[in-house]
């Protein structure tokens, strides 16, 4: 048995070919888009219309290496360095508000600042950082994910206290992403619904109140209500993204061919997705689409498949993150929630964002190598049962005569109770022969 079960893992311990190819189609479409959206801000802003993408291709060949060491780093190390890894990127969070170490953009404190011009975002980190330490966290709580007071509340504090963090930058969309990712590790761990909607009605009450205390978040707001009455004000992202959307149809004005990307903000970070749109049309954007749902069908095959619990959670919680996130900006980009300023997995520039959710998809063809040559012995040594069972002999599920029928059998029982015990007592009459050979019982159902 041990030869077959070495074999299966040989040859199906690899990694997820559907989910790799996905992350390999999105990367693709990534450098390409970053390169076509950027030409005329990189030739205005740093005089070379090469300046983005030379560092998107730097990204990109980091964030590779870091795929390919952690697709072969087993997931478990992740849980044993889940609390220092946590604990590191929140106490960035704390550095990144503080005026000597943050460096400001925008109005907005979230990065650092290191040589060369390479900036750090501490909130990305926390993406990763969150989920592995509350897939470990949740997965020792083991049947008490239920309780409130030893699990939940302690749950809620941990989001509040990241959420916090981050909200403070100010980054409502990334407090969006880590929440709802972390409720959906929750969610996957078993947690009692009423709880949680309690905790959900809650957060979108703050959120409300968060929105309606600041002047630019409400004008987000309003301007969500409806664009077009400020289209070169409140409304002007909005307007200009809808505008490249509609102007590429349904296939597109082609590559490179792009008006709008010179003037929407963010043209290759957070809007690449309009430029895409007007660029490769309607086709061209569910072609995106479906390979962010290709990520989100195989991830969650993978967290059903997984041989443990902290597997199931943290490839629950990775795949949920990099959907949601995808899917919110698609929905910011076409105008179906208000602007919120999220990068699209994969595609928008941006080396940690990059480098991130690459080790975090690593991290997922991981798990899927342990949990496909799992899957597989146990089909393999299970004479072919789907579900993994051990397989009875047919005989005894025969059924077991009624009592009008069986009223005439009762004087045979005895005879046939001695030749079960005559057969099991001979050598010979076993299957492979031996005292220790499996046994068959007598399968006639009259008398000698």
């Given amino acids: 048995m041990q030869p077959r079960v070495d074999r299966a893992k040989a040859v199906l311990g690899k990694c997820d070919p559907w989910l790799l190819l996905a992350l390999v189609g999105l990367t693709c479409v990534g450098v390409l888009m970053v390169y076509s959206a950027s030409i005329a801000s990189a030739y205005r802003n740093y005089g070379s219309p090469y300046y983005v993408i030379e560092r998107e291709i730097v990204w990109v060949a980091i964030g590779l290496v870091s795929l390919t060491a952690v697709t072969r780093l087993h997931y478990h190390t992740w849980r044993r360095v889940a609390f220092p890894f946590f604990a590191v990127c929140v106490a960035m969070l704390l550095a990144v508000l503080a005026p000597h170490f943050g460096h400001s953009s925008h109005g907005a404190r979230r990065w650092f600042s290191l040589p060369a011009g390479v900036t750090v975002e501490p909130s990305e980190l926390v993406k990763l950082a969150s989920v592995v330490y509350m897939a470990a966290w949740l997965t020792s709580k083991g049947d008490r994910v239920r309780d409130f007071k030893k699990v939940f509340f302690p749950f809620g504090i941990i989001v509040g206290v990241v959420a916090i963090l981050i909200i403070k930058q100010p980054d409502l969309g990334t407090t969006i992403v880590v929440s709802t990712s972390l409720f959906c590790v929750y969610f996957i761990a078993g947690a009692d619904l009423l709880p949680m909607a309690g905790a959900g009605v809650v957060a979108v009450g703050f959120a409300w109140v968060f929105a309606h205390n600041s002047s630019y978040r ?5 301007a969500f209500m409806n664009p077009w009455q400020d289209p070169t004000g409140k409304g002007y992202h909005t307007v200009q993204a809808l505008l490249a959307l509609g102007t590429g149809g349904l296939f597109g004005q082609g590559f490179g061919n792009s008006l709008q990307k010179n003037v929407l903000p963010a043209p290759h970070t957070d809007s690449i997705l309009a430029v895409i749109g007007e660029e490769w049309g309607l086709m061209g954007t569910l072609g995106v689409l479906l390979l962010f749902l290709i990520v989100a069908y195989r991830g969650m095959r993978i967290s059903v498949a997984a041989p443990d619990r902290f597997g199931k ?37 941006g080396g940690t964002s990059f480098i991130i959710s690459v080790t975090a998809m690593g991290i997922l063809l991981n798990i899927s190598r342990h949990a496909s040559g799992e899957v597989f012995a146990r089909q393999s040594t299970h004479n072919g049962r789907r579900d993994g069972g051990t397989r009875l002999p047919r005989v005894i599920s025969h059924p077991a005569p009624s009592s009008a029928a069986g009223r005439g059998n009762h004087s045979l029982q005895p005879r046939r109770a001695e030749r079960s015990r005559r057969l099991a007592s001979s050598p010979s009459r076993g299957v492979n022969g031996g005292n220790n050979a499996i046994q068959q019982p007598p399968c006639d159902s009259g008398g000698p």
């Fill in 218 to 222: 409400y004008d987000r707001l309003t």
């Fill in 313 to 349: 959670l943290l490839a629950g919680g990775i795949t949920c993150w990099i959907t949601f996130q995808a899917l919110l900006n698609f929905a910011v980009i076409t105008s179906s929630v208000p602007f919120t300023g999220v990068p699209l997995p994969f595609i928008s520039y």
